[in-house]
């Protein structure tokens, strides 16, 4: 490979809650006992270098001695336009569609507070990513919860009947889709979307669309944005996006959305500006420049070929070594959700001993629970291959098949 996806970072004191915020809170891991280093498996970020037009980007705008008031350029429009198109073919986006955000939380807040009251029920397929969790939670919105099921082929699937059920009898009028859904791992193909579409159009549903996950789609399988499934969803749609999880931003801070519709575009620009903290930093705007020049689209290719391999590597692993414990393989994403059900029930044991049990031997996974996952674990495979093989060696020899 031309880019660097096997060097062990060292990432303690580099401002890396994945390494250095473990404390066992309920939120984070417990750090590892006396004799295991610590192997992040848990917040989603990665611990690969990123792509050097990146750090090149800031460093030459970091050279120039002014950091004034600025506002966004042409050329950050122009990466987001050509990104757009050259990755999931999309056609006619101009820079008014496209809008700048903090978060791409923040930016579905944003979203619904345009097209909803609170205390209104929101569509959201479970298991559910807790980001969107705590944010409808914080500001007064009541999730509704539909639950993803899996079909013959153990693949898991959005159930239209008991969406359509919901829609109708609790008269909700705004869903969030994620596509691809965190934390199971599904990259939607195109009759799922359709579907589920026109149960929205039907029932008058105003859709945010977290599409977050859209680079990171493993091999054998397409992102279709949720926007290009009609002219109908197109307009219907507010899509958020970020440079910061396929190249490893989120410290950067940096998302974007993409709304067609006018009337909802102007309201969340507006909603927005409210607080007065929705600004964008110059290096990010800079940082989002580098991520999207040719080298980055060699880079997310080579990032997907090697999560791929992890993936196999670890569903592979999981077959033949843990019994009892389950897994569909994710088409999107770098996140397992282990269902330890069975295991559990075999050794008499919680999800919770299993937790302390990865987290004693530096398999820093976390908890399921929190994402809907009743005896889930959700582990992140993005590290260099020889530190996701520690981790599975570990957590076989002193968790699932200790002596």
Not at 360 to 371: H, I, L, S
Request: aromatic share 12%; with cysteine; glycine share 8%.
């Amino acid at each position: 490979m031309k880019y660097d996806f096997t060097s062990i970072l060292d990432r303690r004191g580099r401002d890396a809650i994945a390494v250095d915020g473990l404390k066992g809170d309920g939120f984070s891991p417990a750090p590892p006992k006396a004799g295991f280093d610590a192997i992040p498996m848990w917040v989603a970020d990665m611990n690969f270098p990123t792509v050097p037009t990146i750090q090149e980007a800031i460093i030459e705008r970091a050279k120039h001695p002014a950091f004034g008031y600025f506002q966004a350029t042409d050329a950050y429009f122009d990466s987001i336009i050509r990104w757009h198109e050259k990755r999931n073919g999309v056609t006619g986006l101009k820079p008014e569609h496209i809008g700048y955000e903090n978060g791409v939380l923040g930016g579905v807040i944003s979203a619904l507070n345009c097209v909803c009251s609170r205390g209104d029920k929101i569509l959201i397929h479970s298991p559910t990513y807790i980001g969107f969790t705590m944010s409808l939670k914080n500001n007064g919105y009541e999730a509704v919860h539909s639950p993803l099921v899996k079909d013959e082929n153990g693949v898991w699937r959005m159930d239209f009947e008991d969406m359509e059920k919901h829609l109708k009898e609790e008269h909700i009028h705004a869903a969030i889709l994620c596509n691809p859904h965190n934390p199971c791992g599904r990259v939607w193909e195109r009759w799922e979307l359709e579907k589920a579409m026109e149960l929205y159009k039907k029932y008058n549903v105003y859709v945010v669309s977290d599409e977050i996950w859209s680079d990171i789609i493993l091999s054998g399988h397409k992102h279709i944005p949720t926007q290009s499934i009609s002219e109908d969803a197109r307009m219907r749609t507010a899509a958020l996006y970020a440079p910061s999880k396929t190249f490893n931003l989120a410290g950067l801070i940096g998302s974007y959305h993409i709304v067609y519709d006018p009337w909802w575009r102007d309201r969340i620009k507006k909603e927005s500006s409210l607080c007065h903290y929705n600004s964008m930093n110059v290096l990010s705007m800079h940082a989002l420049i580098g991520a999207y020049r040719p080298e980055g689209y060699e880079w997310a290719d080579e990032l997907c070929e090697t999560l791929t391999g992890n993936v196999d590597f670890a569903c592979d692993y999981i077959a033949k070594h843990f019994e009892g414990v389950h897994v569909t393989k994710p088409e999107g994403t770098y996140m397992l959700f282990v269902d330890c059900t069975d295991w559990c029930a075999a050794h008499g044991k919680t999800i919770q001993d299993v937790e302390k049990a990865c987290w004693a031997v530096g398999a820093a996974v976390q908890d399921g629970v929190m994402f809907h996952g009743p005896c889930h674990l959700r582990i992140n495979l993005a590290s260099p291959r020889a530190r996701i093989e520690e981790a599975f060696h570990r957590m076989d020899k002193y968790v699932f098949n200790t002596k």
